[in-house]
């Protein structure tokens, strides 16, 4: 069994290229499913060390793999890999260097983080036992998301248990959020495309409105939550946007309206029911106005489902670094970690990375002023992945 303080000093070695790595990732961004140069950079690097890339991985997601010379789990550790549609608004030397395009939820610093934690357990077999898998993972932001396709691709075929971190810009360091079961939640979208009748504002009767049965609509779908969901259930819709007429035009009857909107709930099964509810009300409001619809519902990501045990690992490894577990409850953001957590026991961590001298203020995530304290928090950050991987092969057993 490796000494305790073995992680902390692999860590003080690897020295500052953890926080160079993630500035150059942070100058260079990539949207999601275009993350071609940063693949690029993740593949050689992890060739360099020695670390086998696994044959089949569809698009710009990576998955490596090093095998240790005793028996035990297969383990996987994930990193998001891509950047948002943004335009950064920091003055910093490492700004992104790509119009529109900025590192704003931090994907920046898990590849920096996983990569180091590849190139120092490349180095360091004895570490390892059964089988390690570094799973870099192409466009966690955009719908349908890049882990469903690394299911397709197999990987949780060969997986026991899966981990990863989320660094958090509003928590300070030394902070970590993770608890078991339900953690974020099932997404879906609709859209629907309402057609009436153009006309004259004058001449109404031989017009028809399609806004009449949209402004029903708007106020159907928000009472879903309120009637049509078990109280007991977490669940939202939002209407978040509604395009039709001429701003200013003020006589003309609009021929044609879209609106859309999101529905977020903890658990997947109620998700199916507030789709069909918004696409029967969408079709039963728009035939009572005699209007035409076309009606598309995507089913987004699942809810993702956090394992009691590998959560207790998580909380463990923290606790040993002197890390502050919070327990904080569920919310209705969403992480298509998901997918691996419907396949294998699985759990993610938000780990707190806002400044502590308080010169960048904490800001939210995918805000053009997004601040991660990386000097400061990023080797605890590496040395706490590198200690879950410990724990984990102290606690887990091979199923
Ligand atoms: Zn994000
Ligand atoms: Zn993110």
């Known amino acids: 069994m490796m000494m305790d303080n073995t992680i902390k000093d692999l860590v003080a070695a690897y020295g500052h290229e953890l926080v160079e790595n993630r500035r150059y990732l942070h100058a260079h961004p990539e949207l999601s499913f275009q993350e071609k140069h940063t693949a690029q950079w993740i593949r050689s690097r992890l060739k360099k060390a020695g670390i086998t890339l696994l044959e089949g991985i569809s698009g710009n997601s990576t998955v490596g793999c090093l095998k240790g010379n005793k028996p035990g789990p297969a383990i996987g550790l994930r990193a998001d890999i891509d950047a948002l549609g943004l335009i950064e608004n920091n003055d910093l030397p490492y700004k992104s260097t790509v119009p529109g395009v900025m590192h704003a939820c931090g994907h920046d610093a898990h590849t920096a983080i996983l990569m180091a934690a590849a190139e120092i357990l490349a180095k360091h077999p004895e570490l390892i036992a059964g089988t390690v898998y570094f799973i870099f993972e192409q466009a966690e932001e955009f719908l349908p998301g890049g882990a469903v396709q690394l299911v397709k691709d197999g990987i949780m075929d060969k997986i026991d248990y899966i981990f990863a971190i989320h660094v958090n810009?509003?928590?300070?360091?030394?902070?970590?959020?993770?608890?078991?079961?339900?953690?974020?939640?099932?997404?879906?979208?609709?859209?629907?495309?309402?057609?009436?009748?153009?006309?004259?504002?004058?001449?109404?009767?031989?017009?028809?409105?399609?806004?009449?049965?949209?402004?029903?609509?708007?106020?159907?779908?928000?009472?879903?939550?309120?009637m049509k969901c078990d109280p007991l259930t977490s669940s939202t819709v939002s209407v978040s946007y509604l395009h039709c007429g001429v701003e200013g035009v003020a006589n003309v009857i609009p021929e044609k309206v879209s609106m859309g909107g999101c529905v977020r709930v903890l658990d997947t099964k109620v998700r199916e029911s507030i789709m069909k509810e918004?696409?029967?009300?969408?079709?039963?409001?728009?035939?009572?106005?005699?209007?035409?619809?076309?009606?598309t519902l995507v089913y987004g990501y699942p809810a993702c489902i956090v394992d009691e045990k590998c959560a207790a690992v998580m909380a463990e490894a923290a606790r040993e670094l002197g890390i502050n577990v919070l327990d904080v409850p569920p919310n209705l953001g969403a992480e298509d970690f998901a997918y691996f957590s419907q396949e294998k026991p699985a759990a993610i961590a938000w780990f707190g990375l806002a400044d502590p001298t308080g010169t960048h203020a904490p800001t939210p995530h995918h805000n053009p002023a997004f601040y991660l304290a990386d000097e400061a928090g990023l080797p605890l950050a590496l040395e706490y992945v590198l200690t879950v991987y410990k724990k984990a092969l102290q606690r887990l057993t091979t199923p």
Do not use: M, Q, W
Request: aromatic share 6%.
């Open 278 to 295: 918004i696409d029967r009300l969408g079709r039963a409001i728009c035939a009572a106005h005699n209007c035409a619809v076309e009606v």
């Open 169 to 226: 810009a509003e928590s300070p360091i030394g902070t970590l959020d993770v608890h078991g079961g339900t953690r974020f939640a099932a997404v879906g979208t609709y859209d629907f495309k309402i057609t009436g009748k153009g006309g004259h504002g004058g001449f109404p009767h031989t017009a028809n409105n399609p806004l009449i049965p949209a402004s029903e609509l708007i106020t159907a779908i928000h009472l879903i939550p309120a």
